[in-house]
């Protein structure tokens, strides 16, 4: 299916665990970004991508790691799970640069919960 | 403070209604603003996109930016309770110039309910 996917959609695991959160877009777009949404917070970018084997930090990169091997997939692993690491973590992309950078394509989520 | 301030409700309003939804900034440097919409355990998808100041019409909708004043609105005319969502601002300050990329920077979103 066109679009960006991700998996998986929800997610239970415990605190030290190491945890991958999928994604994998088919426009061959070359932006790809992790946010987490949490309440009170709204969305927060966590890292980004403005190619294959090109990441950068955002705002809030602590405990994540990310890698961009292929255009269309952009996995975020959490090395060492930790409570506070419980939100909604969505994936989106873009066409970029320029104006298309701002018309982010978002994936569906995955609820990640951390006991 | 926050780079982006927007309340974020609940907003309840009757079908029909005119709904204004508005964000505050304090970043100058922002150029590009945009409206998302995100519906129940969903993600976001873009609802309105303007550069730099003036009004934006799409049917429906109206996105409004005033830079003097660092505020931008978006009114739902004829509200429907399909517009039933949250909806988040986001604004950014792109320069393409050399490796620089701009964030966008998000509001905590305005969960509004139409209620028919």
């Known amino acids: 299916d066109a679009g960006i996917t991700q998996s998986p959609r929800y997610k239970i695991t415990e605190t030290g665990r190491q945890v991958t959160l999928m994604c994998h877009q088919t426009?061959?777009?070359?932006?790809m970004f992790w946010y987490r949404q949490d309440l009170g917070h709204g969305l927060r970018l966590i890292y980004y991508?403005?190619?294959?084997?090109?990441?950068d930090k955002g705002e809030v990169p602590d405990g994540y790691v990310v890698s961009r091997s292929k255009t269309e997939n952009f996995p975020l692993t959490l090395e060492s799970a930790t409570r506070s690491q419980t939100s909604v973590y969505f994936c989106a992309s873009s066409e970029g640069p320029g104006r298309s950078y701002n018309e982010q394509f978002f994936g569906p989520g995955t609820r990640l919960t951390v006991l | 403070q926050k780079e982006v301030e927007q309340d974020p409700g609940p907003l309840s309003v009757p079908e029909g209604a005119i709904v204004s939804l508005n964000c505050t900034y304090s970043n100058s440097a922002f150029q590009y603003f945009m409206w998302y919409r995100q519906y129940s355990r969903k993600g976001p998808e873009l609802l309105m996109y303007t550069y730099s100041s003036g009004n934006k019409e799409d049917g429906r909708f109206t996105a409004q930016v005033d830079k003097s004043s660092k505020y931008i609105s978006l009114f739902i005319r004829d509200s429907q309770p399909s517009d039933s969502a949250t909806y988040l601002c986001a604004m950014s300050a792109l320069s393409v110039r050399g490796s620089t990329l701009g964030r966008l920077y998000f509001g905590r979103g305005t969960q509004l309910t139409v209620w028919p």
């Open positions: 991508s403005a190619a294959a084997d090109i990441t």
């Open positions: 426009w061959s777009h070359s932006y």
